[in-house]
C-alpha cells in the first residue's frame, strides 16, 4: 500500500475502534443489568470493530495489488521515493527521423504540449510534441537498482 493509504486506513481503524466501543459502552449502560453482560457488549463491540478493521485491510489491499489505478498509485510512490524510474526517451519529428534519446533514471511530468524531466546529471529537458513524436519507455526495474 502507498504511505497514504497506510494514513487512510489508520484513519478508518481509529474511527471504526471508537464508533465500535463508543457503541459497546452504550449498549452495555442502556441493555445490561449486570456486570457481566457490560463487559459481553464491550467485547463484542471492540471485535467486532477488529474484524471490520481487518476486512478493510483485506479490501484496500486487494485495491493495490488487483487493480490497475492501485498499481499505478504503487509505481508513482516506488518513483517517488526512489529517485525516478530507469527510462529512455525517444523524440521523432512528424517524418518519423529521429531527433534525440535520452536514458536514465527520472521521473517524467506532461501536459497536453509538453514533457518535462530532469535528467541524472541534473539537467532540465523540455519536449515540446505538438509537431513529433515522443516516446517513454521503462528500461529496467526499480527494485534492483
Do not use: P
Not at 14 to 36: F, P, R, V
Not at 44 to 53: K, M, T
Not at 95 to 102: D, F, H, K, P
Amino acid at each position: 500500500m502507498t504511505i497514504g493509504g497506510w494514513i487512510l486506513f489508520g484513519f478508518i481503524v481509529i474511527s471504526i475502534c471508537a464508533a465500535s466501543l463508543s457503541l459497546g459502552i452504550m449498549i452495555a449502560e442502556y441493555h445490561c443489568s449486570t456486570d457481566k453482560g457490560e463487559k459481553i457488549a464491550v467485547v463484542v463491540s471492540v471485535v467486532v470493530g477488529v474484524v471490520i478493521s481487518v476486512l478493510v485491510l483485506i479490501g484496500m489491499h486487494a485495491y493495490y495489488n488487483n487493480t490497475e489505478s492501485g498499481k499505478r498509485a504503487m509505481k508513482t510512490q516506488e518513483s517517488n521515493l526512489k529517485g525516478g524510474i530507469s527510462r529512455s526517451v525517444s523524440v521523432y519529428d512528424i517524418n518519423g527521423g529521429l531527433i534525440a534519446e535520452y536514458s536514465g533514471k527520472f521521473d517524467v511530468d506532461y501536459n497536453s504540449s509538453r514533457i518535462i524531466f530532469d535528467d541524472e546529471n541534473g539537467r532540465r529537458h523540455i519536449i515540446y510534441y505538438t509537431t513529433a513524436t515522443v516516446i517513454i519507455d521503462e528500461t529496467g526495474g526499480t527494485d534492483n537498482e
